[in-house]
């Protein structure tokens, strides 16, 4: 009797349950390789071909000689459906009679982008849309500079005959101001400085003075300050600049070098005085120069001059310089130098351009104090007593004259005849500032003034800042 064999599933027919639980097991492994494998792994696309009349054994040997298809090695996992099915075939009997017969095709994956390449073209786009919202920012901003510089550019004709006319116009404020006969004198209550006028004001033509004038699509403000409330600095006596160095308390014994550097700087020779300083001197230092051997043009060219301190030129309690550094620079001068009185400088006291003599109804009382016999005192009682509306009395209000001072109890005799000598009642030459605007557009102008008389008065000079 024959040893009977054991039942194997892979050479004998099976029950068609059993084709379709083996089928959808390799599915659910296709299936979950898929999702497991990278770039790598194999897509699997199951075909069906159904032929429901062949018998199973046929069907089966026919599919077993039919040459199966071979994919590529590479897009292949070891270990995979895949390659179970390339390296063994398909299972003998694993298809039964009358069941539909598949067969297994392999087709390469699709290479799939790794997240590093898309992270990669992500950051060269933002760098690129950044570097081009710079590129058009910075060109917005340069454009915006050039539409502004072109229209400064057409507004500056305007501005510069804006800045004229308001010399202009204040030549006529002064010339009418001298045509006033009730007000022989120049003072701060006037129109031209600011006030309000006096009351022969109310029947001339300044009542109707404009502090702000507008012409075409343009304005113009105006300001004007006489320079006889000021000593000039070129024909100051050696009293003048001595007491004002006094003021400011430099020592006795540092007052003739200082007096002579600045004498030496204006005179038009190079022979030096006693502790000056000429050509020579000034060609020694670093930077050298020459001494100008002329009058003084802007204050400022006191800096240039020997002796001359920031702390001299500013005053004591200047912003830039502390009163440390004016007590050092004092003391070397003299070990008894007093600290200064007033919080001056010579820019404060003098000025390069005036008639020379000063105006007593303008000037500060710490200008006041310049002239030899007038103290703190005194010159608070002068700038007090001009105060108010003048009655034509000469009582009150302005001085008319500077024998009118002799109307305050402070002022002695002795007092009284230096400022004759030294002051007036007149002032004769002007600063005038004119603030021009057109539209967003705005420059400052700058002009002197001299007045002679009524109908001369001459433009000095002209600038814009």
């Known amino acids: 009797m024959m040893n009977a064999r054991p039942k194997n599933p892979d050479s004998g027919p099976l029950s068609q349950s059993f084709v379709e639980k083996r089928r959808h097991r390799l599915r659910r492994l296709a299936h979950a390789q898929a999702q497991q494998s990278s770039a790598r792994s194999a897509m699997f696309v199951v075909k069906a071909c159904r032929e429901p009349q062949a018998p199973l054994g046929a069907a089966c040997r026919a599919d077993a000689a039919a040459p199966r298809p071979v994919p590529l090695l590479t897009e292949l996992e070891k270990g995979s459906v895949g390659w179970h099915f390339y390296k ?49 920012g910075g060109f917005a901003y340069s454009m915006k500079v050039e539409t502004k510089l072109a229209r400064n550019v057409n507004s500056e004709a305007q501005l510069e005959w804006l800045g004229r006319s308001g010399v202009e116009y204040c030549r006529w ?28 004001t109310t029947n001339s033509a300044l009542l109707d003075v404009q502090k702000e004038v507008t012409l075409g699509s343009g304005s113009f403000t105006w300001k004007m300050t006489d320079m006889e409330r000021k000593f000039n600095i070129n024909t100051a006596p050696e009293p003048i600049l001595q007491q004002s160095l006094m003021l400011m308390g430099v020592d006795a014994g540092q007052m003739t070098p200082i007096i002579n550097c600045i004498l030496d700087w204006i005179d038009p020779d190079d022979n030096p005085r006693m502790q000056g300083a000429e050509s020579e001197y000034y060609q020694s230092l670093q930077p050298p120069y020459l001494a100008k051997n002329g009058p003084i043009d802007d ?48 820019v404060d006291l003098f000025t390069p351009l005036s008639s ?110």
């Open 88 to 136: 063994h075939g398909a299972p003998n009997g694993a298809f039964a009679d009358g069941v539909n017969c598949e067969t297994l095709r392999l087709r390469p994956p699709a290479l799939r982008t790794s997240h590093s390449q898309r992270g990669i073209a992500l950051i060269i786009v933002m760098i690129s849309i950044t570097v081009l919202a710079v590129l058009a």
């Open 299 to 346: 204050m400022s060219e006191l800096l240039l001059i020997k002796n001359i301190t920031p702390e001299l030129y500013w005053g004591a309690a200047c912003t830039n310089h502390s009163p440390a550094a004016f007590q050092q620079r004092a003391s070397y001068y003299g070990s008894g130098a007093s600290i200064s009185t007033v919080n001056s400088g010579l």
């Open 173 to 200: 404020i002064l010339s009418e101001q001298l045509r006033i006969p009730g007000e022989p004198y120049d003072a701060l209550n006037q129109i031209w400085a600011g006030g309000p006028g006096g009351i022969a």
């Open 356 to 465: 020379g003599r000063l105006n007593i109804n303008t000037a500060s009382p710490e200008v006041l104090q310049i002239v030899p016999g007038v103290n703190a005192i005194v010159a608070e009682a002068i700038t007090s007593a001009r105060q108010g509306e003048d009655d034509g009395s000469g009582l009150t209000g302005p001085y008319r004259s500077v024998d009118q001072v002799r109307r305050v109890p402070e002022v002695n005799l002795e007092v009284a005849r230096m400022l004759q000598q030294y002051c007036d009642v007149r002032s004769r030459t002007f600063q005038v500032q004119i603030d021009a605007r057109v539209g967003a557009a705005k420059r400052q102008f700058i002009a002197i003034l001299g007045r002679n008389s009524p109908r001369d008065i001459q433009v000095l000079s002209f600038y814009w800042k």
